[in-house]
């Protein structure tokens, strides 16, 4: 069988909302705690919606109300790239606030890391109060623990059928640390939470709550100044599963690098479709099959390049994608309807419908 990519959108894909909000207040709080003396969290999220936000959502908006073709106007697949390729100037203004600002300064990789730990244990440690932890919290779609299961499962299978089958992470997310440390902590608690009938003790739980991360070195390709191959990011389920991500990444000065080998951030669609490119190339073989999955204008790129592209929404009327791809002149039919194999584009709430659906089994045999 032709070897199976599987590509996902992190923030509104993978979780249920935008993390940024959650990485900025845990940012917040624990800078202020450096200094209580001298900075309150709160005086640091005030600077931070005047310097950042409100700005960057002054540009949008200026840009939206400006620019032409309008949105009811661009028909093609050319006119929209153009659109999506031309808000990188809106992006790149506002990682730069984003780096003015003191909010994220002095904070290291495992700091991130700790961020989206802490970030996902309060949503699995549902209502409970802890004592001095910022309140935000990160929450995955249902089902998304249970499709890394499946796709362990999968993979395991595929030995034996000699189909090769790669998972991928593409995200403008600002820091690959802070998504690693909410995939490391929500995967083995919720794993344990929706298998509550297998009894684990406190030594085997605290080993599933870990990601490892194994750095690829320089290629030629990088030399080259191309693209080289990103960061492998294996998460502990209940099985051991390889996650390659790309991402962005916060330095403590505070810098926003894109990923490695990357010249800027990663910021609009069309540096999402050159990393999911690069997953692709990693497939080796001109026949693969490709599906991604996203849920937003910055995915619209991989979406059409994937010869499955699945949208998560909350439903059809609040997906700007579904609207989108109407325009283009698209269907989005439901996972959960008769799919047939020429279908370009499905939707689906949850991961849940995605495996009831089978249509991700279907494409592994």
Not at 58 to 68: G, V
Not at 142 to 166: E, T
Not at 213 to 223: F, M, N, R, V
Request: aromatic share 8%.
């Amino acid at each position: 069988m032709p070897p199976l990519l599987v590509v996902l959108d992190f923030d509104g894909t993978i979780t249920q909302e935008d993390s940024l909000d959650a990485l900025t207040r845990f940012a917040a709080h624990y800078n202020a705690a450096k200094e209580p003396a001298v900075v309150s969290e709160s005086s640091l999220l005030d600077d931070w919606n005047i310097s950042v936000i409100e700005p960057y959502l002054r540009d949008l908006a200026k840009f939206e109300n400006e620019y032409t073709p309008t949105k009811q106007d661009r028909t093609t697949w050319e006119e929209e790239k153009t659109y999506l390729e031309s808000l990188r100037t809106v992006e790149e203004s506002s990682v730069e606030r984003v780096e003015a600002s003191p909010i994220f300064k002095g904070f290291g990789d495992d700091d991130y890391r700790r961020f989206g730990r802490e970030a996902a244990a309060i949503t699995a440690d549902e209502g409970a109060e802890k004592s001095g932890q910022p309140t935000p919290t990160v929450r995955l779609r249902p089902g998304f623990n249970d499709f890394l299961l499946w796709w362990a499962a999968a993979s395991q299978r595929s030995q034996q059928q000699q189909q090769r089958k790669l998972l991928g992470l593409v995200s403008v997310n600002w820091s690959r640390h802070f998504i690693e440390g909410v995939l490391g902590v929500a995967d083995s608690e919720h794993v344990q939470r929706s298998h509550h009938t297998r009894r684990r003790d406190r030594t085997k739980a605290a080993a599933a709550n870990k990601m490892n991360i194994d750095e690829i070195g320089q290629s030629a390709a990088e030399k080259d100044n191309a693209t080289p191959p990103p960061v492998i990011s294996k998460l502990v389920v209940d099985r051991v599963v390889e996650l390659t991500l790309v991402a962005n990444h916060i330095t403590p000065e505070p810098r926003i690098n894109g990923p490695p080998g990357w010249q800027k951030p990663l910021t609009t669609a069309d540096d999402k479709q050159k990393a999911f490119e690069q997953l692709r190339g990693s497939l080796k073989h001109s026949s693969g099959l490709v599906v991604y999955m996203g849920d937003s204008k910055t995915d619209l790129l991989c979406l059409r390049d994937a010869d499955l592209g699945l949208i998560l929404a909350d439903g059809p009327d609040q997906s700007s994608l579904f609207a989108t791809l109407r325009r283009l002149g698209y269907q989005v039919p439901h996972v959960h309807q008769d799919i047939r194999p020429v279908t370009k584009y499905a939707w689906a709430r949850d991961f849940t419908e995605i495996l009831e659906s089978k249509i991700l089994s279907k494409l592994c045999g």
